[in-house]
């Protein structure tokens, strides 16, 4: 069955460090989407992508950054990890158009604490 | 800009109703969404209603759509223990690719 899997799905790492989060999916979808999931906020939107080298910032798209060289797969990296960027991630992939009732897919999420 | 707005948190009894509420303010939403979360997994797509409907069923999911005030509801007939889990509404912004989530409703499910 196709799927949307990230990697790693945990992870501890240290202030300054780069990190990157991977989502790899099998759909062959043109649209993806990195979302993060904090407490009281629900799910803001980082980055997104429609296609091939594509990419465009969502609403809290600072000190994150995404790239988009194959259909499968849109890395997530943090430049330079913050505490503030202690949340849980969640990758996401649709084809066509949401506001045509086309589904967005979501990843089971990687949980990334910044210590 | 775009807000969706959602109470946090729900208790029902098992096997009542539960009506879960939602707000929304960008009037050119085509598809609004239901998703459910469990604890420690991603997001799975409930249901969605296209704007131009006032009501869709599905076995025990009814979606209610009020235009005029932008308000939209999710009830689960015959609550079940394993309903409990947070919902989250959500609109396509403007009618392209990316959701607008609100913030959540937990709902706990009790004997």
Known sequence: DAEITQSPRHKITETGRQVTLACHQTWNHNNMFWYRQDLGHGLRLIHYSYGVQDTNKGEVSDGYSVSRSNTEDLPLTLESAASSQT???????????????????FGEGSWLTVV | G??????????????DSSVINCTYTDSSSTYLYWYKQEPGAGLQLLTYIFSNMDMKQDQRLTVLLNKKDKHLSLRIADTQTGDSAIYFCAEAEGGYNKLIFGAGTRLAVHP
């Open chain 2, 2 to 15: 775009e807000d969706v707005e959602q109470s946090l948190f729900l208790s029902v009894r098992e096997g």
């Open chain 1, 87 to 105: 949340s849980v991630y969640f990758c996401a992939s649709s084809q066509g158009t949401a506001g045509s009732g086309n589904t967005i897919y």
